[in-house]
């Protein structure tokens, strides 16, 4: 991969309503065939800067992130983790993560390098009840530690002044709506290309709207929540990447069919929308 070149993937989540669609699904055909089956929503970004060397984060980790790094991980190197929002849609799988990080055999557990992890405070102290042990390191000077995921936390705020680094790359956090009293985070980032990833959104405080749209001239790539399809496609209008991606599709979602529909709206409207799937790469310079 060229220096500074950034790989990423879209997955989209699997919704409860759609639980027969995804079984027919599943039983007719291969996850790696089928753009209809899918896992919780998530975002590897392969970072590659000019020393060669690539540094990975993922952006969410939920129910089905055990499934995801078995389908579709093919290096299994440990990746920085940073979480939207503390629905177990983003965060169920952080038991998991102890698996990514026992990957060299035989090795003892004290020397796991803790994975960084990036959260609000808030999506912090949610997890602090949900897994305890995840939080709570109490472990006494020389003590072996217990087998579990070893994260290094890390506090992020709703502020899109509040910028961080995570392997290298800059993110501005993205305060959005789920729901009508929730902040969930999306993230802009990249700085030869500009991307936004915004995922389990309802709606875009318009701070945040007018933020993407004005900071840095035009948007290489949105990647967008369908939440609401019109909702999505409108604020894909108001925002005028370059491109668009939606991600987070539920089962009433035929890909296929929906992209052709996509397809002809992207011809009127002069921006290039397609559904994401689950695997999908997309090549960027970041
Ligand atoms: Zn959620």
């Known amino acids: 991969m060229s220096s500074g070149t950034g790989r990423r993937r879209d997955e989209g989540k699997r919704s409860s309503s759609g639980t027969a669609d995804a079984m027919t699904l599943a039983r007719s055909s291969s996850p790696r065939l089928s753009p209809d089956v899918r896992c919780n929503t998530s975002l590897l970004i392969d970072y590659c800067q000019d020393d060669g060397v690539h540094r990975y984060i993922i952006i969410d980790v939920g129910k089905t992130f055990r499934e995801q790094v078995l389908r579709w991980f093919t290096h299994h190197k440990i ?58 390191k109490m472990w006494k000077e020389g003590q072996e530690v217990m087998p579990i995921a070893q994260l290094d936390w890390k506090v992020i705020e709703s502020d899109p002044d509040k910028t961080f680094m995570a392997s290298g790359l800059e993110f501005v956090p993205l305060p959005v709506l789920h729901g009508e009293d929730y902040v969930s985070l999306g993230f802009l980032f990249g700085q030869k290309s500009r991307v936004a990833y915004i995922s389990d959104a309802s709606r875009f405080p318009g701070s945040t709207e007018n933020f993407i749209s004005k900071s840095g001239g035009q948007l290489d790539l949105l990647i967008i929540d369908t939440n609401s399809l019109h909702k999505s496609l409108d604020a894909v209008k108001r925002i005028g990447p370059k491109q668009a991606l939606l991600i987070g599709m539920t089962h009433d979602y035929d890909h296929h069919k929906l992209n052709v529909l996509l397809a002809e709206w992207s011809m009127r409207e002069g921006i290039p929308v397609q559904l994401a799937y689950d695997g999908l790469r997309v090549f960027i310079d970041l």
């Open 79 to 136: 990746p920085q983790i940073i979480l939207t929002h503390e629905h177990t849609d983003a965060i169920f799988g952080l038991d998991d993560v102890r698996i990514v990080q026992s990957f060299i055999p035989f090795s003892p557990p004290n020397d796991i390098d803790p994975t960084p992890i990036y959260a609000t405070k808030f999506t912090m102290d949610s997890i602090d009840i949900k897994f305890p042990y995840l939080m709570n």
